[in-house]
């Protein structure tokens, strides 16, 4: 069956983030609430949509898209459900409250419609109780993470009677609309990223006492030291709420006569309603522009101390491997705590496993996706050294697990490619479905070139995988040489195309290697500047000119040069999250690698069918995103802005990116024909004199600087072929322009000072 319409029962934070979760993916909801007690019944659906636009960061990819969002209330309008194919409820966490919302949805709901609880912790077992057979089967636990649009997990729950082909369809939708990574968990309390997760949490709390540190100290430990987010342990406290906290905490003890609870001092601050984020302190809160941390003995404020730890900061720099084999030598206190939580975290993610999860790999999937580690509990175990654990459990009286027994020299072996089974035996790691797993394939020996910078991958079918390797996948010299290697072996081998794309997990790319302009800049070496610059522009037109299907696999950060190369790509295959913009303006500049020429021609090419069109509605808008280093927050945004066209396409699931991407070459690749060189008439000195008056009122109004005019100037004389009447101008003549443009910026004082700026702080510099 096909899932056409969900409904979301439930507009508390977590039922509307799903809904608009789902809205953003182009699928129609009906969201419902209990109605209000006075007026308008269907009030609280609605300002449970209001807040996910409001929300910060966004809830919705794409506002317009809440429009595919009927809100109603469950006294009412029940029967809207009626054609929903999948319905997800999210109402209070409570046992009776849900079996009798199931009763009455059973009555409305049609014969094949799927329905999913998003509950935390309720077996299936007990939501299903007296409901028909046919209702049991199309039943399961979908159990999403907060919020919905940005954590990859999704927990996947089987019911007893659960049959195969609902939870095939369920999971399909899952990974393939929703975008998420799915595992299957078993049904007992917490399931397993909480169960796991929420131990670590609590964990992390009481040997905060037991070793006297302050909150500062303990998450700077517990933070990216370790593989985890930045957030570490008490910031990622304050965002969940510490009431949320503590509830889930207590529902696990009482589930699983486990203890979980928190320390005394968290209880007080919670009766004190001090519950974190949203309610202006926690175990922070911000003073003006002021970041103030909790000190928990006096449960008064003070200003946040910065942990000066050489040795952590080295940590920080290293590969996340190496950064947790360096932890066994990490001297003083601070390596007497890491040392002691991992142990204890990972004695109880052994002991616990067998009990939550059907295999290794969704363990550490699940802390991956849903609490933002770097790696899996298991993988950092292989990462510690299992002979160090051994010791180490022996040292704090602590029995050996089963599974640790069983492991040998690591739970991991063959590169990744197999793993110990919660049995004892070993067997081969299922990838995620569908996806393509660049590592992996390296790993089996599918490199076709690579440097220190770049890879080339075989992801077989005759398509390649161009990757970059480099910090923050800056398109340096050993990434320039590499993707000429690139386009070489693709040609010279006859290969069917190429895929741009890579595994990082936040960046496609964070543009040109800046600090090797610099250096340049700092020597005067004009010529070699102006060849590079030529180079990069040379590669650019080189992927729309090579005799094969280019694609580029963007996501996440895509900044200058990375969105300069996928401007120039035969097709787009996009992830959902893609923050996508040309911002050299930020550091003195405009785009040199052929941005500034491709919105050109690409904006004033689709005004081009229509005779009455007036040219300068393209020019004006190329200018704009342009000077106003305007970045997209989602695909969809990107759409809008005009970085993404009509054939680009979105892919919800950031694991089957490469593989879509993939898909999309050999889609191509039939009959291809690489396009012709493009002409357009430039608008001259009548576009360039409304452009520059646009940034001299700009300037009069306070909204820019003196040198913002000066580089408005710039972008606009490229934009408008420079001075003269209107007149035909091939791509070539406006590259032309655009190199010696950027070349002039560079060799300005308040260039240079915005240069230097963003290299020593990462923030633009408005001089």
Not at 174 to 186: H, P
Not at 418 to 430: E, H, I, M, P, Y
Not at 435 to 453: H, M
Not at 626 to 648: P, V, Y
Request: hydrophobic fraction near 40%; include cysteine; glycine fraction near 10%.
């Amino acid at each position: 069956m096909r899932i056409r319409k969900v409904g979301v029962i439930g507009a508390g934070t977590m039922g509307a983030g799903i809904a608009a979760l789902a809205a953003s993916a182009g699928v129609p909801v009906v969201l419902l609430d209990v109605p209000a007690k006075d007026g308008d019944p269907s009030a609280p659906a609605k300002k449970g949509l209001e807040r996910q636009l409001k929300a910060r960061p966004a809830a919705f990819m794409d506002t317009d898209r809440a429009g595919l969002v009927r809100t109603g209330n469950t006294r009412d309008d029940l029967p809207l459900l009626a054609d929903c194919d999948l319905v997800i409820e999210a109402i209070i966490e409570q046992l009776e409250p849900k079996k009798e919302l199931y009763g009455r949805l059973e009555k409305v709901l049609g014969r094949d419609a799927i329905v999913a609880s998003n509950t935390s912790g309720i077996p299936m077992k007990q939501l299903v109780e007296g409901r028909s057979d046919g209702f049991r089967r199309r039943f399961l636990g979908l159990h999403f993470f907060n919020p919905p649009r940005y954590l990859h997990l999704l927990e996947i729950i089987r019911a007893p009677e659960t049959s195969d082909e609902t939870l095939t369809v369920a999971r399909e939708f899952s990974e393939r609309v929703f975008g998420k990574g799915t595992i299957l968990a078993r049904d007992v309390p917490g399931f397993v990223a909480n169960r796991l997760g929420v131990y670590g949490m609590v964990l992390a709390l009481r040997m905060l006492d037991e070793f006297d540190l302050t909150i500062d100290e303990v998450d700077a430990i517990t933070g990216p030291a370790l593989g985890r987010a930045k957030s570490a342990t008490f910031r990622t406290a304050d965002l969940t709420g510490l009431d949320v906290l503590n509830h889930v905490a207590s529902e696990l003890t009482r589930a699983t006569g486990e203890d979980f609870a928190l320390p005394d001092w968290v209880q007080k601050l919670i009766a004190q309603g001090r519950l974190g984020e949203k309610s202006g302190a926690g175990f922070y809160r911000k003073q003006g522009k002021e970041i103030q941390t909790l000190d928990r003995k006096t449960l008064e404020y003070g200003p946040q101390q910065k942990v000066d730890s050489k040795e952590l900061k080295a940590l920080a720099k290293l590969p996340v491997a190496e950064r947790i084999a360096r932890v066994r030598d990490l001297p003083g206190t601070y390596g007497d705590f890491a040392r002691l939580y991992l142990l204890r975290l990972s004695h109880f993610v052994l002991e616990r496993t067998p009990q939550v999860a059907f295999d290794i790999p969704s363990v550490d999937r699940a802390m991956e996706w849903g609490y933002a580690w770097e790696a899996g509990p298991f993988k950092q175990m292989d990462m510690l050294g299992l002979d160090f654990l051994r010791e180490g459990f022996r040292k704090q009286g602590l029995a050996e697990p089963a599974l640790l027994a069983s492991a040998g020299k690591g739970f991991y072996a063959e590169n990744g490619a197999s793993v110990l089974q919660v049995d004892g035996k070993r067997a081969s790691v299922a990838p995620v479905n569908g996806a393509i797993s660049l590592e992996s394939l390296s790993a089996r020996g599918r490199v076709l070139e690579q440097n220190d910078e770049s890879r080339l991958v075989d992801l077989g079918d005759g398509v390649a995988c161009f990757e970059f390797r480099s910090k923050m996948n800056t398109l340096g010299a050993g990434v320039l040489d590499g993707l000429r290697r690139a386009l070489d072996r693709v040609g010279r081998d006859g290969l069917t195309g190429l895929v741009i794309g890579n595994e990082d997990p936040r960046t496609f790319t964070a543009g040109a290697d800046l600090a090797m302009v610099g250096a340049l800049v700092q020597k005067k070496d004009w010529k070699t500047l102006e060849r590079a610059i030529a180079d990069f522009q040379g590669f650019s037109m080189a992927l729309r000119d090579s005799p094969f299907p280019v694609v580029a696999a963007p996501f996440g950060l895509t900044l200058g040069g990375g969105c300069e190369f996928s401007l120039h790509a035969d097709a787009i295959q996009a992830h959902a999250e893609l923050y996508m913009g040309l911002v050299e303006v930020g550091v003195g500049l405009l785009p040199g690698g052929g941005g500034t020429k491709e919105l050109l021609f690409r904006f004033t090419g689709e005004l081009a069918p229509y005779e009455e069109a007036d040219p300068f509605e393209g020019v004006k808008r190329a200018f704009k995103l342009i000077a106003m280093g305007t970045t997209s927050t989602s695909a969809l945004e990107a759409r809008k802005l005009g970085f993404l066209r009509d054939r680009d396409a979105i892919s919800m699931n950031r694991d089957l990116l490469i593989a879509d991407a993939k898909r999309r070459v050999i889609a191509l690749a039939p009959g291809y024909v690489a396009p012709p060189r493009r002409t357009i008439t430039a608008t001259g000195n009548d576009g360039l004199g409304n452009l520059k008056y646009a940034a001299w009122a700009m300037r009069q109004a306070g909204q820019i600087t003196d040198y913002e005019v000066t580089l408005a100037g710039e972008i606009a004389y490229v934009l408008t072929g420079g001075d003269g009447p209107p007149r035909p101008v091939t791509e070539q003549d406006i590259l032309d322009l655009e190199r010696d443009a950027f070349l002039r910026l560079l060799g300005t004082r308040q260039t240079q000072e915005r240069m230097e700026h963003m290299l020593k702080t990462g923030k633009p510099l408005r001089n």
